[in-house]
C-alpha cells in the first residue's frame, strides 16, 4: 500500500497567464482509502468510484459558495446509482448501491454497469448551505451518451456535462485503483474584462477596456488552450496513478513555469469525512412521524440506521424513539457524516 504519510492527499490549481485556461490535479490516498474501507465493491466499481471522487474536488475546488456538491450516477444496469459529495472545504465520502443480483465481470465497462438499457442518467446538485428565502439547489442532468453514441468513461460523462449544462470547455483525465485515485482538469474560461465570465451572463469575448478581443489574442487563447490540452494528452493512468501533483505539473508544463507563464497556487488537502451524526438520524425519523416509527417499532424492537457513506450504525430503542416525540433532547453520536436509510 502506498505510504499516504509520504505523499498527502493534494489538489493543486494551476493557471496559464497567457490566456484564460486553468488547470487542477488532484490525489486521493488516505481520503479513497477511507472511503473503501468501509465497503466491498467489484473492481469496475471501485474504479469508477474512485473517478469520480477525485472529479468531484476537481469541480468543487472553484466553487464560489459554502455547500455541497453532489454526483450521482444513476444506473439501469447492475450498478443501480453511485453517488459522491464534495463540500467547499473538500471533505469528501462517496458511496454505490448494487442491483441484489448483480454479477459484474473484472473487465466491466461504464456502458456495461449503469447503462446497460440505454436509461442511465448523470447529474451534478449544487446545495448551497446558507440558502437564501426560496433558494432551491441547482441540478443539472445529462444522458450517458451523445451524438455519438454511449459514453464509455467517467471523463467523457463530466466533459459532456460541462458542455452541456455549462457552455466551458473541458477536459478530464482520471484513475483509480485500490490504493489512489487522482485526476487532472482542463478548462478554457470565456474572457470578460480580463478575467473569467461573469456567472449567470453569456459568454463575452471582450478584453479588459471592453472592446472585442483581437484576433491575435483570440488566435493566443486557442492556441494556449489547444496546447495545454496536446500536452495532457500525453498523460498515461499509470503515471497519474503513481506521481504526485507537484512532479505531473512539472512533467507536462515544464516550460511554462520555466517562463514564469503558468501561476501555480498553495495546494488544498481533500480529506474524506461523512457528515451523519445521531441528531441527523434523529430529525429524519422525526420527518417520518411518530405512526411510521411505532410500527417500525412494534415491527422489529427498535429502529436501526445504517449509514451507506461512512457504515456508522444508529439504534433507537423505544425509549429513545418515546424521546423523539416527546420534545426530549436526542444525545449526540460520534457519526462523521450524512446519512443513507435501509
Same mark, same amino acid.
Request: hydrophobic share 40%; with cysteine.
Given at each position: ?32 482509502? @477511507? ?7 467489484? %473492481?469496475?466499481? $471501485?474504479?469508477? &468510484? ?5 472529479? /468531484? !474536488? ?100 463530466? @466533459? ?7 457552455? %466551458?470547455?473541458? $477536459?478530464?483525465? &482520471? ?5 489512489? /485515485? !487522482? ?160
Amino acid at each position: 500500500m502506498t505510504d499516504t504519510t509520504t505523499t498527502p492527499d493534494t489538489l493543486q490549481k494551476f493557471l496559464f497567464d497567457a490566456a484564460p485556461v486553468r488547470g487542477e490535479l488532484v490525489r486521493l490516498e488516505s481520503t479513497w482509502q @477511507e472511503a473503501l474501507a468501509r465497503h466491498d465493491y467489484p %473492481l469496475p466499481v $471501485r474504479r469508477l &468510484l474512485g473517478e469520480m471522487m477525485a472529479a /468531484a !474536488a476537481l469541480l468543487s475546488a472553484n466553487l464560489k459558495f459554502n455547500g455541497a456538491l453532489v454526483m450521482q450516477l444513476h444506473g439501469d444496469g447492475p450498478v443501480r446509482m453511485l453517488v459522491v459529495e464534495c463540500l467547499s472545504d473538500l471533505s469528501l465520502r462517496g458511496t454505490a448501491k448494487l442491483a441484489e443480483d448483480a454479477q459484474i465481470a473484472d473487465d466491466a465497462a461504464l456502458p456495461d454497469l449503469v447503462n446497460a438499457h440505454g436509461r442511465g442518467r448523470f447529474a451534478i446538485t449544487l446545495d448551497p448551505h446558507d440558502k437564501l428565502p426560496g433558494q432551491q439547489p441547482y441540478q443539472g442532468i445529462v444522458p450517458l451518451a451523445d451524438e455519438n453514441g454511449p459514453l464509455l468513461s467517467i471523463a467523457a460523462v463530466l @466533459e459532456h456535462y460541462m458542455q452541456a449544462s455549462e457552455q %466551458l470547455d473541458t $477536459r478530464l483525465w &482520471l484513475a483509480a485503483d485500490e490504493h489512489v /485515485a !487522482a485526476g487532472m482538469l482542463l478548462q478554457k474560461l470565456p474572457s470578460y474584462g480580463g478575467t473569467m465570465e461573469r456567472p449567470g451572463h453569456p459568454p463575452a469575448q471582450v478584453g479588459e477596456t471592453g472592446a472585442p478581443l483581437s484576433e491575435e489574442a483570440r488566435a493566443q487563447d486557442l492556441d494556449t488552450w489547444d496546447r495545454a490540452c496536446q500536452l495532457g494528452a500525453t498523460l498515461k493512468r499509470d503515471e497519474l496513478l503513481a506521481e504526485s501533483p507537484d512532479t505531473l505539473l512539472r512533467r507536462l508544463f515544464w516550460e511554462d513555469l520555466q517562463d514564469a507563464g503558468l501561476r501555480v497556487f498553495e495546494p488544498a488537502s481533500p480529506r474524506f469525512q461523512c457528515s451523519c451524526s445521531r441528531t441527523k438520524v434523529a430529525n429524519m425519523l422525526q420527518s417520518l412521524g411518530q405512526a411510521e416509527v411505532e410500527d417500525i417499532l412494534a415491527e422489529r424492537g427498535s429502529v436501526e440506521i445504517h449509514c451507506d457513506f461512512c457504515g456508522q450504525e444508529y439504534r433507537f430503542d423505544p425509549v429513545d424513539c418515546a424521546e423523539l416525540f416527546a420534545g426530549s433532547p436526542v444525545a449526540t453520536g460520534a457519526g462523521a457524516g450524512a446519512q443513507h436509510k435501509h
